[in-house]
């Protein structure tokens, strides 16, 4: 028999779940603050629960949460680490200290179906999607505190839909995770119907990878371009109504000579004046056989400086872990390479 997994329910799952084995419901809230909040990995570690109640569950279910496999410290202090479905498809976690933030960046996939050109997941196969369990699981079982959740590892979630929006759900419910719906972020190439479900379904931040404002160009490099034209999901940011001042942003990884000219910037302005949604310039990151390059940090500035006078927010993000492949679009770059095996990590 297949045993159940905690990790992944939520409140009224777990409640009908408990009932099903004759279990007071009532213990439902309890059960999920341990799988959750204490990240346990066994039920015998629960103490608030009777011993008779945790034996029921103990021949039935599994908290299923588990420890990263490996892990790769970063010079910038920033931490890649590997986790292990049950089957065996691996997917990578990217965990980014910054001062009191502390930022994980975890996959929904293990792999990738897009085939973005300048994307290191998708050369690497595909795995399989992610269950909500596993997804959160990247959170829980990381030993760091963690203040803020993005979802832009491997995979997209808009390919993973049911998973990603339960998995924002557990990671924002107060019986779940309680991060603050402000502090979870789901970046997406802009699978149109899985925007939509995305603001009608949760509260949490979207991001869109736009690489260039010009659909021509885009198609070439995001192919999802030629079935969700990303002017859809703008339509459907700038047309939301954002009375509770969820944030919309834009990704823009900035190549030389790409998308770096000054068409490209007057378009950026025409796009994004009086709508509220944020630009992040990030530089690019080349991988092994690549010959492209990253613009230049004054031209990244520039684009700034003209955005912002134009009335767009805007931000040049630095580079993290780009010594270990961490960066955005790199997670699952030479997976092989350079892995600390996580017997030194300390649960």
């Known amino acids: 028999m297949k045993l159940r997994s905690i990790a992944g329910s939520d409140l009224k799952d777990t409640g009908d779940f408990l009932g099903s084995l004759g279990i007071d419901m009532r213990h439902s809230r309890r059960l999920l603050y341990w799988v959750y909040r204490k990240g346990i990995k066994s039920f015998g570690e629960i103490n608030d629960i009777p011993a008779a109640v945790l034996h029921i569950l103990s021949a039935n279910a599994v908290p299923g949460l588990s420890a990263p496999i490996a892990s790769e410290v970063s010079s910038d202090g920033s931490v890649r680490y590997?986790?292990?479905?049950?089957?065996?498809?691996?997917?990578e976690t990217v965990?980014?200290?910054d001062g009191k933030r502390s930022t994980v960046c975890v996959s929904v996939q293990s792999g990738c179906r897009m085939g973005c050109r300048?994307?290191?997941?998708?050369?690497?196969?595909?795995?399989?999607?992610?269950?909500a369990g596993e997804i959160v699981n990247q959170v829980i079982s990381i030993p760091h505190e963690v203040t803020h959740v993005v979802m832009m590892g491997m995979g997209e979630p808009g390919d993973n839909i049911d998973e990603a929006i339960r998995a924002c759900r557990i990671l924002t419910a107060e019986w779940g995770l309680a991060k603050g719906r402000s502090r979870v972020t789901v970046s997406t190439v802009g699978v149109t119907p899985s925007v939509k479900r995305l603001l009608e379904e949760t509260e949490c931040n979207i991001t869109l990878s736009l690489h260039s404002p010009f659909p021509e160009e885009r198609s070439e490099v995001i192919p999802a371009e030629k079935r969700w034209p990303f002017m859809e999901t703008l339509d459907l940011l700038r047309e939301y109504d954002n009375r509770r001042k969820r944030r919309f942003t834009v990704a823009y990884v900035m190549?030389?000579?790409k998308n770096d000219s000054g068409r490209h910037l007057e378009e950026l302005k025409h796009l994004f004046a009086g709508t509220g949604i944020r630009v992040n310039l990030l530089p690019y990151h080349p991988f092994e056989g690549d010959d492209l390059q990253s613009s230049g940090e004054d031209v990244m500035i520039k684009f700034k400086h003209?955005?912002?006078?134009?009335?767009?927010?805007?931000?040049?993000?630095?580079?993290?872990?780009?010594?270990?492949n961490a960066a955005c679009g790199m997670?699952?770059?030479?997976?092989?390479?350079?892995?600390v095996e996580t017997d030194k990590i300390q649960d």
């Open 82 to 91: 590997l986790f292990s479905t049950a089957d065996g498809q691996s997917h």
């Open 95 to 97: 965990w980014l200290p």
């Open 118 to 131: 300048f994307c290191a997941t998708g050369r690497n196969g595909w795995g399989g999607d992610l269950s």
């Open 255 to 257: 190549i030389n000579g």
């Open 306 to 324: 003209e955005l912002v006078i134009s009335g767009i927010g805007a931000s040049v993000r630095k580079s993290r872990g780009s010594d270990i």
């Open 331 to 339: 997670l699952a770059a030479n997976r092989r390479g350079r892995i």
